[in-house]
Nanobody, 121 residues
Framework: QVQLVESGGGLVQAGGSLRLSCAASGSISSNDAMGWYRQAPGKQRELVATISSSGNTNYADSVKGRFAISREYTKNTVSLQMNSLKPEDTAVYYC???????????????WGQGTQVTVSS
């Protein structure tokens, strides 16, 4: 089975930075897409960023220019560098892997448990 474990969440002031990491174990490989979602209280889960097996990336408009997704293919890890954080970035961030990635559309097969990111004003 596949397990995704996020780390790196925490509390940061507006304008600050955090780096989230996700370690995948199981059958996930470099051929699988990976990505990050987030969900704020009372809101739907939102796709933040994706990275394909070839390294192509896509970002939600709300985070373009501020966030960067990357992966270490041999380790099956994916990271999300979050810069210039805003209070509206506050959410639980979920790592996702596998499934279907077509352009900006992503439907993951596997999910992590999430890590809390809180941005204070």
């Amino acid at each position: 089975q596949v397990q995704l474990v996020e780390s790196g969440g925490g509390l940061v002031q507006a304008g600050g930075s955090l780096r989230l990491s996700c370690a995948a174990s199981g059958s996930i490989s470099s051929n699988d897409a990976m990505g990050w979602y987030r969900q704020a209280p009372g809101k739907q889960r939102e796709l933040v960023a994706t990275i394909s097996s070839s390294g192509n990336t896509n970002y939600a408009d709300s985070v373009k220019g501020r966030f960067a997704i990357s992966r270490e293919y041999t380790k099956n890890t994916v990271s999300l560098q979050m810069n210039s954080l805003k209070p509206e970035d506050t959410a639980v961030y979920y790592c996702a892997a596998g499934g279907v990635l077509i352009g900006s559309y992503y439907r993951p097969r596997f999910w992590g448990q999430g890590t809390q990111v809180t941005v204070s004003s």
